[in-house]
């Protein structure tokens, strides 16, 4: 039975903690203060029926309870809601230069205007197309010449993940011409894709190979040569970001998640990696933390976010075959401003707020549909666009 729980309780049976005021450190890594899950607003001391039941310290035991049976009800947070139907989604990357988005669906490509219009994009002779099932994550490259060399990508050229062996990258103009840009050194599932806008590497398009130890972490120029970053960096996947300048410590750095073990890591320019928190979100196969992006400048009331959720017949979290959207004045009411970084669950989309300074702090501010499957990156509108 669902059970209608005070608000900041419920944030603290959602994300598995105990302590009074539901603030507790979650990581120490690498010489780095803990960072801390934080709630404003809460206050005195709070524990779960499991808790007084037990009496044993969060993180230990059984953990918290599976996303398809949470034990609370999140009134009062944000809600992603159904708002496009689309075949198959797996990711979502831009707004281009003239306001649309681009949805990788189907193993074909589409823009989505902010009211939801869809267009083909990228079909016919010399377009793009790949095979369906896999998870062909995408992203736009901004207007930067890489350091050392003597081009330039372009600010409306779409990238996408090539997965299977051999793993490599497309590039997509904005005309829709395809062609094979680059291939990734090493062998496993390229499972990630971001620009570095901020130019901590070099202003280079980032990839990531997911092996099941290890994931490899490319930097790609304009030529479309690879340099290797790390062998060795954590086992992550899903919508990867690059943090922007004001996210503290972490400023500059690529953003990836573990969904098995809910960890949220920063990889350096030189490959260091640092856990900057623990989402204590349901978390394992298919569950935990998949999805990132950073709130843009200017974001406000009026502006949305976007995430793909993927029908996935037979998963635990069938999905919608939806772009879900979560509109900005939630968001915004949640505290959320532009710089943070927000990061959803596989399963059911429940997503945190995360800000960076000397710490971090996170914050639980929305949830999807309990059958969402999401996938690849959030999104969001240019504000004023």
């Not at 281009?96 to 939801?116: E, I, Q």
């Amino acid at each position: 039975m669902t059970r209608h729980l005070p608000r900041a309780l419920g944030l603290c049976l959602a994300l598995g903690l105990a302590l009074a005021g539901c603030s507790q450190p979650v990581n120490r890594a690498q010489g780095h203060a803990s960072p801390a899950i934080t709630f404003p607003g809460a206050s005195g001391p709070l524990a779960s029926p499991a808790q007084a039941a037990s009496a044993q310290p969060a993180g230990q035991g059984q953990g918290p309870a599976p996303a398809s049976s949470p034990a609370y009800e999140p009134v009062g947070f944000g809600h992603w809601v159904e708002f496009r139907h689309v075949t198959e989604a797996v990711d979502l990357a831009g707004p281009r230069a003239d306001g649309l988005f681009v949805v990788a669906s189907n193993g074909r490509l589409l823009t989505m205007s902010s009211s939801g219009a869809l267009s083909p994009f990228a079909q016919g002779k010399g377009g793009y197309a790949t095979k369906v099932g896999p998870e062909p994550y995408i992203t736009l490259a901004g207007n930067y010449r890489p350091a050392g060399a003597s081009c330039s990508f372009s600010s409306d050229t779409l990238y996408a993940l090539q997965p299977e062996a051999p793993p490599g990258v497309i590039s997509i103009s904005a005309s829709g011409q395809a062609r094979r840009f680059a291939n990734l050194p090493a062998t496993g599932l390229a499972d990630g894709i971001a620009f570095d806008s901020v130019g901590h590497f070099g202003h280079a398009l980032l990839a990531t190979v997911k092996s099941k130890t290890a994931t490899t972490v490319a930097a790609i120029d304009c030529t479309g040569r690879v340099r290797t970053i790390t062998t060795h960096a954590p086992v992550m996947e899903g919508g990867v970001a690059v943090a922007p300048a004001t996210f503290g410590r972490y400023g500059g750095d690529l953003i990836g998640q573990n969904e098995l073990t809910g960890q949220i890591f920063a990889i350096g320019p030189t490959g260091t990696t640092v856990t900057l928190a623990v989402s204590r979100l349901p978390h394992g196969p298919d569950t935990g933390v998949e999805s990132a992006g950073f709130v843009p400048p200017g974001f406000g009331a009026g502006d949305s976010a976007y995430l793909a959720d993927r029908l996935t017949v037979g998963n635990p979290h069938p999905g919608t075959d939806n772009v879900l959207r979560l509109p900005g004045s939630e968001l915004i009411s949640e505290g959320a401003r532009p710089g943070d970084l927000l990061v959803a669950s596989e399963g059911s989309a429940q997503t945190l707020l995360v800000r960076c300074a000397s710490t971090c702090s996170l914050k639980y501010v929305a949830i999807g549909p309990s059958i969402t499957h999401g996938e690849g990156h959030i999104v969001f509108t240019r504000p004023g666009g």
